[in-house]
Structure formats: C-alpha cells, structure tokens
C-alpha cells in the first residue's frame, strides 16, 4: 500500500508564510508527477499546483508567485511553501501523487491539512 502523509498547516497571520510537507511512503516503484489542491470552505476541491519527477511546475493563477512547489525524490517528499498568504487561502490542502507500484500506475491522496489565514 502506498500512503501519503502532509504537515505544516496551521494558523497564520495574512502576510505570512507556512510550508507544507507530504511524504509518501509503501511499496513504491516511482512517484511521477506530484501536486497540490486544496478545499476551501464550503466549495470544491480546486488545483493548487504540479512538479514533474524532473522539477517542472505549473500554478493556478491565483497562487502564481506566492506559491512555490519543490520535491525530494530521495526523500519522497514534496513541498508546497507558501508567502503573502491571504485569507482566501484559507482551505485544507491535500497532497496528490502519481504513484508506480508493482501493479499499477495511479494516483493517490494525503488526508489533508488544515490551512487558515487571519485577516
């Protein structure tokens, strides 16, 4: 089985900064593209941002240079750091992984973490 585990949400002042960890873990061949999205209150879950295996990252526009995604293939880790936050980032925040297995090519979803921004 594979699992994916985020951290680092939490309360925050807007103006401020958090990062966001999620590190997989299981039977693991390969983790391909990874990526973030959140939820925010009361509406549907919504893409944040991807990075290919080789460091390629694409952002929603309404993160595009707040937000910045990095990754640990060593580590099977993923980041998602977070500046100028606003209280419209307020959501929980999933983590996604394309994940290679010995059976299958799919993705997989953390648990979420919770993200608020004070005004």
């Known amino acids: 089985q594979v699992q994916l585990v985020e951290s680092g949400g939490g309360l925050v002042q807007a103006g401020g900064s958090l990062r966001l960890s999620c590190a997989a873990s299981?039977?693991?061949?390969?983790?391909?593209?990874m990526g973030w999205y959140r939820q925010p209150p009361g509406n549907q879950r919504e893409w944040v941002g991807t990075?290919?295996?080789?460091?390629?990252?694409n952002y929603a526009d309404s993160v595009k240079g707040r937000f910045a995604i990095s990754r640990d293939n060593a580590k099977n880790t993923v980041y998602l750091q977070m500046n100028s936050l606003k209280p419209e980032d307020t959501a929980v925040y999933y983590c996604?992984?394309?994940?290679?297995?010995?059976?299958?090519?799919?993705?997989?979803w953390g648990q979420g973490t919770q993200v608020t921004v004070s005004s």
């Open positions: 996604n992984a394309v994940v290679t297995t010995i059976a299958t090519v799919r993705d997989y």
């Open positions: 990075i290919t295996r080789g460091g390629r990252t």
């Open positions: 299981g039977s693991i061949f390969g983790l391909n593209t």
